[in-house]
């Protein structure tokens, strides 16, 4: 039970982080979508004046998606969430049973083994 309040709480936490550096997270997003584009046209101008305007537009980019890095804080907790998701569902179905030498251990270990498989 303290082990799901103890997740409870990490998510919660995670989550409200996450809310609060949701503006960053977007901004980031589209200045690294900006960057790409801007990228991968440089690549394909056939002029210098194209490739100056492209090269301008990706460090102006480059400059925006600097600024965002406390979407960085939001990545790092929507993976929290996701860490404590993950526990959270392995934990609600687990049934442990100690280990020992006892046949009648092992037998019912070996049947909550069956079980899962049915």
Same mark, same amino acid.
């Given at each position: 039970m303290a082990k799901k309040i103890?997740?409870? =709480? +990490?998510? #919660?936490?995670?989550?409200?982080?996450? $809310?609060f550096h949701l503006g960053p997270l977007v901004g980031l997003a589209i200045t690294l979508a900006i960057l790409y584009y801007a990228f991968k046209?440089?690549?394909?101008?056939?002029?210098?004046?194209?490739? =100056? +305007?492209? #090269?301008?537009?990706?460090?102006?980019? $480059?400059?925006?998606?600097?600024?965002n890095v406390p979407a960085l804080i939001a990545l790092v907790a929507a993976y929290v969430l996701y860490v404590v998701y993950k526990k959270w569902n392995s934990a609600?179905?687990?049934?442990?049973v100690p280990e020992t030498d006892d046949p009648f251990v092992n037998f019912e270990k070996q049947w909550a083994e069956l079980q899962k498989h049915h």
């Open positions: 103890g997740l409870f =709480i +990490a998510s #919660a936490a995670a989550l409200m982080v996450l $809310l046209k440089y690549l394909k101008a056939p002029s210098t004046f194209g490739k =100056i +305007a492209w #090269a301008l537009i990706g460090c102006a980019a $480059l400059v925006i998606s600097v600024s609600k179905g687990e049934r442990t």
